[in-house]
């Protein structure tokens, strides 16, 4: 996993199931918490949504479209 600082490595024992679930679906967010038990992470699978109102956003962010990005 890549974060801000650098790149993590872990050790992850995955049944089947769950190995055939990150091949197969899409992995829309990885959260890294912390608990009195220690750290664990928390992965959503799911479509990502499309933005349909760029106006939401802050006027120094722009959105593409996929097209434009070859531009």
Do not use: C, H, W
Not at 2 to 24: H, I, M, N, P, W
Not at 48 to 68: K, Q, R, T, W
């Amino acid at each position: 996993m890549y974060t801000l600082d650098g790149r993590l490595r872990f050790d992850v024992a995955l049944k089947t199931s769950d190995e055939q679930r990150f091949r197969e679906e899409k992995l829309k967010e990885i959260v890294l918490s912390r608990d009195a038990q220690g750290f664990f992470l928390v992965f959503s699978f799911g479509e990502v949504e499309s933005v349909s109102d760029a106006s939401e956003f802050p006027n120094y962010l722009m959105v593409l479209e996929p097209d434009g990005l070859a531009a």
